[in-house]
């Protein structure tokens, strides 16, 4: 009979158990943005170390609710590297770390929070039992098949989905950009720029304040998102279909916008922006960027969980992709000098030039 105990066995049914409940850790993170425990442990940046007890005391001021099962929650997610544990005089405490940090709200109320709740949105969820259906048959995404309709259009019809996408996308893009701004300084000469698939304008709004040359912004998205987008000095929001056109700029900012959809349908809004930019305009494409390589940094997994994600809610044929495959892409729509830059560990910044 074949030995079952041997160390790497015992080591490999360990894994498989961790892998098959590893739905207990987004969960965890869902159930504490949605109670508020990082605000709450915070507090103006006290990050003082707090028991399950204390927390609660904030995050339901009326009272009640079980403390045990929030330390449970906060035990889990500290071995994960959201919270830290501190344990003293019999008693557990925790603080942020600076993963948890990013869940804290900043003074216009966003954080990575809101990013955690839209991917776990019942639409979402129900989506994800069909991963495999992509696999047999990539004419339709898993949400469509759960949904009845694709992600975008579900969204819109749904106010408050279409909402929380807005803060969703605002909470990723501030602490995103201003990365970009470290690494990145091709919007020196540009005057007029459009942003595509822009949401709330929240990246045009801080490129503008930075580059005070760019004369006319324009937040380019679907009619019924830029129907929310919040006013911004010196940004006219635009609404309408990048896969009809789009309007005319000097350059094209684009972020997180390529990676939802398939090649043809990449090749189609990049020759859209080729025709809406003059000779020498600027494609300023960020998105996130696939290694060449698997292994098992975050760098990597955070990418490949990514790209998992793209092909179950929005193109089963949607995905994240090398560098080289993006510049592949801008060739064939006709584009021709290529620059890269490296922001942070997840997203590229891809300019081409017309
Ligand atoms: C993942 S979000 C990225 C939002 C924003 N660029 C950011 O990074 O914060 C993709 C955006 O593309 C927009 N979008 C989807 N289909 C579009 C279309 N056909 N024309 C214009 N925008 C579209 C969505 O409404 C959404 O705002």
Not at 53 to 60: E, N, P
Not at 143 to 160: C, I, Q, T, V, W
Not at 199 to 205: E, I, Q
Not at 300 to 306: D, H, K, Q, Y
Request: glycine share 8%; net charge negative; proline share 5%.
């Amino acid at each position: 009979m074949a030995e079952t105990n041997t160390e790497a066995q015992k080591q490999a049914r360990l894994a498989i158990l961790e892998l098959a409940n590893m739905i207990s850790i987004p969960m965890s993170l869902h159930a504490v943005v949605r109670l508020n425990v990082a605000d709450a442990i915070w507090e103006g940046g006290a990050n003082a170390p707090l028991s399950a007890a204390q927390i609660l005391a904030r995050v339901v001021p009326g009272g009640g609710g079980d403390a045990e099962n929030l330390q449970r929650v906060l035990r889990m997610l500290a071995s994960y590297g959201v919270f830290e544990e501190h344990i003293g005089d019999g008693e557990r405490k925790y603080s942020l770390t600076n993963v948890g940090k990013t869940l804290v709200s900043d003074e216009n109320g966003v954080s990575y929070g809101a990013y955690v709740l839209q991917h776990h949105q019942d639409a979402l969820m129900r989506a994800w039992p069909l991963v495999h259906e992509a696999v047999l048959d990539p004419s339709k995404e898993p949400f469509e098949r759960a949904n009845g309709e694709g992600a975008y259009d579900y969204y819109l019809k749904k106010p408050e989905m279409n909402e929380l996408m807005l803060k969703a996308m605002a909470g990723v893009s501030v602490p995103f950009m201003k990365a970009l701004f470290e690494s990145y300084h091709g919007f020196q000469n540009v005057e007029k720029l459009v942003d595509v698939g822009g949401s709330g304008g929240d990246c045009l709004r801080m490129i503008l304040q930075k580059y005070p040359n760019i004369k006319q912004g324009f937040n380019f998205d679907l009619p019924e998102v830029v129907a929310k987008a919040p006013q911004i000095p010196g940004v006219t929001h635009v609404g309408g279909d990048m896969f009809k056109y789009i309007p005319q700029a000097d350059a094209i900012f684009m972020k997180w916008v390529l990676t939802t959809w398939t090649d043809e349908e990449i090749k189609h809004i990049m020759l859209n922006c080729y025709k809406a930019l003059p000779a020498g305009g600027k494609l300023i494409a960020c998105e996130p960027v696939l290694p060449e390589t698997s292994d098992d940094s975050h760098r990597t997994r955070a990418s490949l969980a990514g790209d998992i994600f793209v092909m179950t809610i929005y193109r089963a044929k949607g995905k994240h992709r090398t560098e080289e495959q993006f510049r592949q892409l801008a060739i064939s729509a006709g584009f021709n000098l290529f620059k890269s830059f490296h922001v942070d560990y997840f997203h590229i910044v891809l300019e081409f030039q017309k």
